[in-house]
């Protein structure tokens, strides 16, 4: 079964950091790219990082640069998105994808409050 779920959103202060984590089944997660994206009430869901399948090579959105970090462990088939310095305008929901938005999580909620 193809799966991806995220977990870790919760609501916190702005400043605070979070990590967010998102399982895939082996058979997405191996050899696939993958990507956190965030949709915001009322705004288009966007592109937060990209990762390659190997982690030699990422892709951050330039609002999130320097603040956020993407990671991978492939022998628990997860990948991970470390977010510091968080800001209100941060608050959205994340969703996991894989395969270049083949596949996609269900999404976690992540709130920043001042």
């Known amino acids: 079964q193809v799966r991806l779920v995220e977990s870790g959103g919760v609501l916190v202060q702005a400043g605070g950091s979070l990590r967010l984590s998102c399982a895939a089944s082996g058979q997405i997660f191996r050899g696939n790219t993958l990507a956190w994206y965030r949709q915001a009430p009322g705004k288009q869901r966007e592109l937060v990082v990209e990762i390659t399948s190997t982690g030699g090579s990422t892709n951050y959105a330039d609002s999130v640069k320097g603040r956020f970090a993407i990671s991978r462990d492939n022998a628990k088939n997860t990948v991970y998105l470390q977010m510091n310095s968080l800001k209100p305008e941060d608050t959205a929901v994340y969703y996991c994808?894989?395969?270049?938005?083949?596949?996609w999580g269900q999404g976690t909620q992540v709130t920043v409050f001042l």
């Open positions: 994808s894989a395969g270049y938005s083949t596949y």
